[in-house]
């Protein structure tokens, strides 16, 4: 059974049944369910979570809050189908819903499922730019992948909002990403980093220096950076995960010093 990361328990136990409001006459009964299910699912017992979430859904199957514990409860547990279907039926129920679209994102981007990926992608941005509720309108990032390791889930995060020409575009964080936000593996740009390359044949004209860094924190506090790749322009995403995967998996190595602390998580 595949334990539970921190950031995962806290954010199930956090999240509050935010579907509700778009729910049809939830029951009292169905309600208290799904947060029993909640309870259950982060003490470990994820079959007893996930079989309480499905009774409720099988006596009221437009149940929002009780389709969502289902589709995270199965992506949590690598049941990615299952996931996919209760998002599906989900997001026809409640529409342009924030995260409903955000965990769809991230399991089709498990599955390998690129279209409905790009679909679930501009839904995403598409819900953050209307939504009535402010901390989800004010956004500037969210969590497009989610990459199972054997210390926990990697979560990818897309800041899909930027300004200037020194920005970090992706974050690649085991575990909570904003609990240390100066930690992870990040595709950045920077002026003084393109001003330096300007001058050679490898930077074309008027096109960025990207580059992705190992960012440790040492026992003192200190933050220890580690380069991988550099690229010239900004890369799709599709490009940095792979790379990323070739970190995680041990494939790849540093352009210069020591392995960081995300090298080879992933064990074959």
Not at 6 to 29: K, N, T, W
């Amino acid at each position: 059974m595949k334990s539970l990361d921190v950031f995962r328990i806290v954010a199930l136990v956090a999240l509050p049944l935010f579907l509700a409001p778009l729910a049809r006459a939830q029951s009292d009964p169905d309600m208290a369910d799904v947060g029993r299910a909640v309870t259950i699912f982060n003490k470990g017992d994820m079959s007893g979570g996930l079989a309480l979430v499905e009774t409720v859904l099988a006596r009221s199957p437009e149940n929002l809050d009780a389709l969502y514990r289902s589709a995270q409860f199965n992506q949590e547990m690598g049941n990615l189908d299952a996931a996919r279907g209760r998002l599906e039926r989900l997001v026809k129920l409640s529409g342009n819903y924030f995260a409903a679209w955000e965990t769809m994102l991230q399991v089709t981007q498990a599955q390998g499922d690129l279209l409905r990926r790009d679909e679930a992608l501009n839904r995403v941005k598409l819900a953050i730019s209307t939504a009535i509720d402010p901390d989800i309108r004010e956004r500037t990032d969210f969590v497009r992948d989610m990459i199972l390791t054997s210390r926990g889930d990697v979560h990818a995060v897309d800041f899909f909002t930027r300004g200037g020409s020194d920005f970090t575009r992706y974050q690649f964080a085991l575990g909570d990403p904003h609990r240390d936000p100066d930690v992870g593996l990040f595709l950045r740009t920077d002026e003084h980093t393109t001003e330096n390359w300007s001058s050679t044949a490898l930077l074309a004209a008027d096109k960025p220096l990207f580059y992705l860094v190992m960012v440790d924190r040492a026992p003192d506090g200190a933050l220890i950076s580690t380069n991988y790749k550099f690229y010239v322009g900004e890369p799709d995403y599709d490009t940095v995960r792979a790379d990323v995967m070739r970190i995680l998996r041990g494939e790849a190595q540093p352009l210069a010093g020591d392995p960081g602390g995300l090298q080879g998580i992933i064990k074959p």
